[in-house]
């Protein structure tokens, strides 16, 4: 079994049969799929920030020092293992109601591959401005709601009506935590928690 992104960018349409009849462990397709998927972005981000700075609308470029840059970048690293675990737990939490597997593996597996375009996008990172991260990331958002809504009675073993259902499910949840964690971003920022940008 090869690593899950590189399969999503080659296989196509074959991708989720061979998913299906996948074997592997919880713990492998944690170790093998989701770290590498976490480690990326922080990495391409810490890379641009460091090269280029932050460029926020026609604002100045903000340049933050190589300690402040490695703290946000760990804490992206785990927000990312987090969300992608903790994703894969509420499928699994859900998989009784949609009648789904409940295999925590192919849970994990589906999170992997339906990641995986964002974590192509984050290439953008690379040059941290607001302008360019948002034309990167609408298409690789439709490529992920589409591996979801594809791959998910597949990789579940459920119908495709129940699939879907799971799916937008899924994305509910995701964006009210999108909208929730950015609330809270923004309260600990006024409160003073997080770098200090020098404005």
Not at 28 to 34: A, N
Not at 136 to 150: D, G, K, N, Q, T
Request: aromatic share 10%; hydrophobic share 60%; with cysteine.
């Amino acid at each position: 079994m090869t690593f899950v992104p590189i399969d999503v960018l080659v296989q196509g349409g074959q991708l989720f049969a061979r998913l299906e009849q996948a074997t592997a462990s919880a713990s492998v397709v944690v170790f093998k799929d989701i770290l590498p998927l976490a480690l990326i972005p922080p990495i391409f981000l810490y890379l641009g920030s460091l090269q280029f700075g932050w460029q926020i609308g026609a604002e100045d470029v903000i340049r933050l020092n190589q300690a402040t840059l490695l703290m946000i970048s760990v804490c992206y690293f785990l927000a990312l293992l987090l969300g992608f675990i903790g994703l894969a737990i509420l499928l699994r939490w859900m998989a009784p109601t949609y009648a789904a597997t409940l295999e925590m593996s192919r849970h994990l597996t589906l999170v992997a591959t339906v990641a995986t375009p964002m974590v192509v996008g984050s290439i953008a990172h690379l040059y941290p401005h607001v302008f360019v991260n948002m034309l990167a990331i609408i298409p690789v958002l439709i490529w992920s709601m589409f591996l979801l809504y594809r791959g998910l009675p597949i990789v579940l073993r459920t119908t495709p009506q129940q699939g879907m259902l799971m799916a937008s499910s899924l994305i509910g949840i995701v964006l009210v935590a999108a909208v929730t964690l950015l609330g809270i971003t923004v309260v600990l920022w006024t409160h003073g928690f997080g770098p200090s940008l020098g404005l």
